[in-house]
């Protein structure tokens, strides 16, 4: 076994192109756990936790662009939150603070787990993603890149470089229950993001089918009727018929963390709980 | 005086009654205490287990033959290797060492490897070519006693009847239940490790993580065919047992591995191994019914108990023993009738763990009590105050209490003690936690109050005993016992109580080993403090005696005038002084073995003296609950413990505070998931411990000083209790938020969700 250690995201390119077949390595939070199981055996190593570039996020035409290789707690920073606070939100929700130092945006993507925390948020938000190899600069969507239980759309040599997402006005939340108060993986998760300037209102759901998704349906019923000037008086009526209807786009399983039933109902709890919280502040 | 006084400033902190430094505090805290899976040795190989990953099969053959071809392998063992004992035990051998034929549970051992490598150690097990035949798991232990025997044992491992009293009489009021207690893990976080040495006189030498060094002893050498002082056995550093390290684990694969291939040997198991390679809490499946008067007197109870033993009789039938006879709670009831059986499944093997029976059925007889309080009408305090056993008092096996009792005393002041928690300001504190689920308006609060209580030591005629040695040489004791210390303080008290009786400042614990002193008995039952404790207090009495002897008869004085002050030797009736160094420049040594007061089996109706002595505890919960995602967060936890004498309340209030944490996780949160015999979350992915946040801090309302007679110094153990209450406070508590009727921990979300239906079933 070797590691190389990459200096840029050109040499980790040049390195992959060589070594297709040598295994990424960001915070290894992940990885280290499939490793210790046994379901991954490492030949090379490609480490890019000390790439500098992959660390920096830069502002774009009303974008931010997210390398790789930021952390949660870096996502918790307020100056980062400021833009997406569900964002923030759901990084604060993962692990402990030793896995939030250690594990990256660019590795909950790449894991492309059902529950993974930051997903459901960018596909809310309709982030895309800046994949990269020795020889091609690609972007796609984060529903491209996603294809399903832990599968993505890197192909052999491409790491994934930074994560392109959208700034909306408007409150977000995220919510996301587990059986336990903290470290957990979720059970089911909800984040909503409002859209002020295009008056939408966007869910995106996870744990409760193969790949997080965004809940169309709901998110069109909902924006119709939600009151984009005074924000007030979204009946009970409809606040349930909103949630029913997130609740029914979803595909949940039975796992031994959850049952079907409860997810479903669950989802829908989150998804009324949510739209009060945004319905309650300043929606400018 | 004054002298004496002098002592007490020069040696404080250090002495019976204050809290004493624990010696491997500091090292722990630093990361440099030796845990058993730090060992290491020049030329050592390692171990590894091929497990069954099959419930319930037969072995139609093993081919070991491409393992053993492979680079680094040093051999590969099966049942046909073993020349020694092929079955093991604690209580009864039933277990094979490796399977003979047939696999009894998931995670059964097949077979063991050495090789040079961890990465060699996989690769050879992988390797290892078994063909299992399939039969249907018996997974439902309702069905074991029908069932075909899948063991030549039987598939029942015990059932005790309780006959006590003899009144048929119905209550004015009667409440009935059926209760049900999941499998929980003692998830220590130390993972089975150990290493074996062989050595030269043909013997072999193992250093274990273990709870009771004698008894893994005499179990390995029987399984190796040696003579016991040829397998000599020494602590290596425990990370955590309760109750996990009383059986064998890797020790006789280790010893036979290392006798093999000649090397020493390191095996150490993975998280997930060691889920399915240590036994686990009985589940439980409980109906009672009870009986009062309209006052709130008890006249009767009658219950059912039925535990799963899983595969292997470990410690169940002594787990029954206690079910049973703490069927009734710390009540005075004058009549009762319990049957309750342990049986054989292909689940998981279970056996010790905190607690030990007493955990299931407090949970069931605490929720009678609230019952019956709203069938009464009654103030559930009241209610248990009433009928709170005292001393002089029989317990449903017709023993009388002789010692202390101060039930009524735990209760109240648990009670009594006022709540300092206000409503949650922030969303982190509230249901959910940091997944920002909760919404105030959903959330409900809860309170209840829990009583429990168990024996201490080993029961029913068991001989109980401990050895210790010490030895005394220029001023430095020197205290030689084979007690395992897990983590619960032994090795602080034992230098707390050398202290106290020689005053001496410098007190060496000598390593345990089997080697070198006799049996101190299992670090369990919370018996050790008692027994260890005791062994350490003979033996430094007699080594006092023995010193101020010989001083005597040296200086021609009084020995009745002498007395230890100072770190000396002073008369009281002369001007006569010699330093402790000086007066030990030759050797003084004892060895003693302290046993406590004999006890009887149980007859045919579950009659007898079997206890050795009782203690009780209580808790009061306060819990939050978000009745529309079925999340619970406890927001406070009160205790009072009846613990005879505070030897060291540092180290007190770390098992009180430990204890209702293990406590609160079998109520909302820790089970073992076994579905047709198959663990599915052996892991702590999933199988969840109680974080910080899920935790609160544990209030101490009382603890209640009535020296126990008999017991050194007074005191009695305290390990158990706090696992004991705690889940029946708990539970009680998000029964009390929610208004229903929740009969099982652990309480799951659906369980709130859809009481209606069992999801989960
Ligand atoms: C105790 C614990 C708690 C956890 N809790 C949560 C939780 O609450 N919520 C949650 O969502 N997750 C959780 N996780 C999972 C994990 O922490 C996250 O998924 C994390 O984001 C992974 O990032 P990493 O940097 O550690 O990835 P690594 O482990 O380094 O890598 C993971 C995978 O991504 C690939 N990879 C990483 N970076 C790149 C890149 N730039 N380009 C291409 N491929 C890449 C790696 O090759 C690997 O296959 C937890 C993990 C642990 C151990």
Redo the contacts with the bound molecule.
């Keep these: 076994m070797g590691v190389i250690i990459a200096k840029s995201v050109n040499e980790a390119c040049a390195v992959l192109a060589e070594n297709p077949a040598a295994?990424?390595?960001?915070?290894?939070?992940?990885?280290?756990?499939?490793v210790n199981r046994g379901t991954?055996s490492l030949e090379t190593v490609l480490d890019?936790?000390r790439i500098p570039e992959?660390k920096k996020w830069t502002m774009e035409d009303n974008q931010i662009i997210l390398g790789?290789?930021i952390?949660?707690t870096d996502l918790t920073h307020p100056q980062l939150s400021a833009f997406f606070p569900a964002l923030a939100q759901?990084a604060r929700?993962?692990?402990?603070p030793?896995?939030?130092n250690?594990?990256?945006?660019?590795?909950?993507?790449?894991?492309a787990?059902p529950?993974?925390?930051?997903?459901p948020v960018l596909v809310a938000m309709d982030a895309s993603m800046q994949?990269k190899s020795s020889t091609e600069t690609r972007e796609v969507s984060i529903t491209e890149f996603i294809t399903g239980v832990k599968a993505?759309a890197?192909k052999p040599g491409?790491?994934?470089?930074s994560i392109k997402v959208p700034i909306f006005k408007g409150p977000q939340e995220f919510l996301?229950v587990?059986t336990r108060n903290a470290?957990?993986?979720?059970v089911v998760s909800l984040a909503l993001v409002t859209d002020y300037l295009e008056r939408k209102l966007r869910i995106g759901v996870g744990s409760v089918s193969p790949v997080p998704f965004r809940a169309t349906e709901a998110e069109e019923f909902i924006s119709d009727k939600f009151d984009w000037e005074t924000n007030r008086n979204l009946s009970e009526k409809v606040i349930n018929k909103f949630s029913e209807l997130v609740a029914n786009s979803t595909e949940p399983i039975d796992d031994h963390r959850g049952t079907a039933n409860y997810r479903k109902h669950a989802v829908k709890v989150l998804a009324k709980r949510a739209l009060e919280r945004v319905s309650a502040g300043d929606i400018k | 005086m004054s002298r004496l006084q002098t002592v007490d400033t020069a040696t404080k902190g250090s002495r019976i009654g204050e809290s004493a430094i624990r010696p491997d505090g500091v090292p722990k805290v630093k990361g440099e205490f030796v845990f058993s899976n730090d060992l290491r040795h020049p030329d050592m190989i390692w171990g590894g287990t091929l497990r069954s990953p099959h419930p319930s099969a037969r072995i139609v053959s093993i081919n070991t033959t491409p393992a053993l071809k492979m680079t680094g392998v040093y051999a590969v063992l099966t049942s046909e290797d073993l020349d020694g004992m092929p079955l093991y035990g604690l209580e009864h051998p039933d277990q094979p060492v490796l399977a003979d034929g047939v696999v009894r549970f998931q995670g059964e051992p097949v077979a063991i490897v050495a090789a040079d490598h961890p990465d060699n150690v996989r690769l050879a097990l992988e390797a290892i070519d078994v063909e299992y035949e399939l039969i249907e798991p018996l997974s439902d232990s309702k069905l074991a006693q029908e069932n075909e025997a899948i063991h030549p044992d039987g598939n029942l491992f015990r059932e005790i009847n309780i006959n006590y009293g003899n009144s048929q009489e119905e209550g004015e009021i009667t409440v009935e239940g059926t209760y049900e207690v999941g499998m929980q893990d003692q998830a220590p976080l130390g993972t089975e490790s150990g290493m074996a040495v062989p050595s030269e006189d043909g013997g072999i030498d193992l250093f274990v993580s273990t709870q009771w060094l004698h008894a893994d002893r005499d179990q390995v050498a029987a399984c190796l065919n040696l003579p016991p002082e040829k397998v000599r056995l020494t602590l290596a550093g425990v990370g955590g047992a309760f109750g996990a390290r009383e059986d064998i684990s890797l020790h006789i694969h280790l010893c036979l591995l290392a006798m093999r291939t000649g090397k020493p040997i390191k095996m150490s198991y993975s998280r997930t191994e060691s889920f399915h390679g240590h036994v686990h809490r009985h589940p439980a499946q409980m109906w009672y019914r009870h009986h009062a008067k309209s006052d709130g007197t008890l006249i009767r109870i009658e219950a059912r108990l039925l535990l799963d033993g899983g595969a292997y009789a470990s410690t169940s039938s002594a787990v029954l023993a206690n079910a049973t006879c703490f069927a009734a709670g710390p009540y005075r009831v004058p009549n009762v009738e319990i049957y309750g059986a342990v049986v054989r499944t292909n689940n998981p093997p279970c056996g010790a763990m905190r607690g030990f029976g007493c955990v299931q059925v407090c949970f069931a007889h605490e929720a009678q009590m609230d019952k019956l309080a709203v069938e009464l009408g009654m103030d559930p305090v009241e209610l248990r105050v009433k009928n709170a056993l005292e001393p002089g008092d029989q317990i449903i096996t017709g023993q009388t209490i002789t010692g202390t009792a101060p039930v009524a005393e735990v209760i109240e002041t648990c009670a009594q003690h006022s709540s300092s928690v206000g409503p949650a300001s922030q969303q982190m504190e509230l249901p959910g936690g940091a997944g920002r689920t909760a919404d105030p308006k959903h959330i409900v609060r809860g309170e209840a109050i829990a009583v429990g209580f168990k024996n201490l030591m080993f029961s029913e005629g068991f001989d109980d005993f401990s050895t210790a040695s010490c030895q005394l040489l220029d001023g430095v004791a020197t205290i030689t016992s084979a007690c395992a210390e897990v983590g619960q303080g032994f090795v602080t008290l034992a230098q707390q109580i050398v202290r106290e009786i020689l005053g001496v400042e410098e007190v060496i614990l000598a390593p345990a080993s089997t080697a070198s002193v006799g049996s101190a008995g299992s670090t369990s039952a919370s018996r050790q403090t008692w027994m260890s404790g005791g062994a350490v207090k003979s033996a430094c009495d007699a080594v006092r005696i023995k010193l101020l002897s010989r001083i005597a008869e040296s200086h021609d004085l009084d020995v009745e005038s002498l007395v230890i002050v100072d770190g000396g030797i002073a008369s009281l009736s002369s001007e006569f002084s010699i330093s402790l160094k000086e007066a030990t420049s030759d050797l003084v040594e004892a060895e003693e073995v302290y046993r406590h007061v004999p006890t009887f089996p149980l007859d045919e109706n579950g009659q007898g003296n079997a206890h050795v002595s009782f203690v009780f505890s209580a808790h009061r919960a306060v819990v939050d609950v978000d009745q529309e995602l079925g999340l619970v967060k406890v927001v406070e936890l009160i205790t009072s413990q009846d613990v005879g004498r505070v030897l060291n309340p540092l180290q007190l209030q770390g098992q009180l505070e430990g204890g209702a944490a293990q406590g609160l996780g079998l109520a909302v949160m820790e089970e073992i998931n076994v579905v047709d015999g198959r663990i599915l979350n052996p892991s702590?992915?999933d199988y969840l411990l109680p974080t910080a946040l899920d935790m609160p801090p544990v209030e101490i309302a009382a603890l209640i000083e009535q020296p126990e007679p008999n017991a050194p110094f007074g005191a009695k153990g305290v390990g158990e209790p706090p696992a004991i209450s705690s889940t029946a406070a708990i539970a009680s508590a998000v029964r009390n938020a929610t208004g229903l009727d929740l009969h099982r921990v652990p309480i799951r979300p659906t369980d709130i969700v859809f009481p209606e239906r069992n999801d989960n079933d």
């Design positions: 295994t990424v390595l960001a915070g290894g939070t992940d990885l280290m756990v499939q991954h890019l936790s992959l790789a290789g952390s949660y759901a929700t993962v692990g402990s030793q896995i939030r250690a594990g990256t945006l660019g590795g909950n993507l790449a894991t787990s529950a993974g925390d930051t997903i994949l993505n890197l491409e790491i994934i470089e996301k587990g470290m957990v993986i979720s | 702590f992915t």
